[in-house]
């Protein structure tokens, strides 16, 4: 992710359609400097005139002076792999989505703070709704492994508040929201509460002009691949990954014990077969 082109796009308010604009010229600013105003509309799923009215929105005259500028921070076009089939591309597209995953890494400070948050945090409320469940489930079930409390909340409806509310009322300092395109509003919404209820929020989301990461306290991105019919979560799903390490490495010994006794209970149970 190229730091100039996000804080071009985050030094101004936008409106949800300029947000959809903003976050392909953040996931994918080597790209965007080199297309047309039609390019990006397509590529954004937006009409062409809101490419315009975004450019303008960022204080340019017109599209053309955008382009112009990104070319300025991304330098030479990107030498891309073009051959194969589209679902070649498709993998290829989440290499380059781990690639910017690993650059973001280098400063891992807010990966850290996340993690500090939710080890702390008893009960550990974690958020997923529609497609995001399953990701809340997988990180729910690891860190059911490491953390003594994890309270995975996938369905939406007047009792997920009220899950959020019992949370706070056990304790919980802190939730955790994947919140991913298409950005369910019963997702925002239980954000806002979990921030009313007085909870830290952490977010993973795909982008940090997405509508999650002003609700939270710490945003984590991994861009979501949207090749094929249906969006891929590979960048999101190993920043689970490594988040949880993240939150193992906070107190390593708590962290070696509570898996050795998991390992202890599997075995006097034969729960697997190697």
Known sequence: MN???????????LTPTQRRIARELVNRADEVAYLSAAELAELAQVSQPSVTRFAMALGFD????LKRRLRDLVGRPAEREQDGNDLQRAVRDEMTNLGRLADNLGDPS?????????AASRPLPVLGLRAAGPLASYFGYFAAKIHPEVRVLQHGGSQLTERLEQAAESGAKAVLGYA???????????????RALGLAVVVITDSPVSPAADLADVTLTAAVGSQLIFDLHTAPMVLTMLLLQAMGDVDPSTTQRRLEDFELSAARRHLFVE
């Open 3 to 13: 730091d100039a082109v996000r804080e071009l796009v985050l030094s101004t308010r």
């Open 62 to 65: 017109g599209y053309p002076a």
């Open 110 to 118: 807010a990966l850290q703070a996340a993690a500090g948050l939710l």
């Open 180 to 194: 991913l395109p298409r950005y369910p509003r019963e997702m925002l919404d239980a954000l806002n509460e979990a």
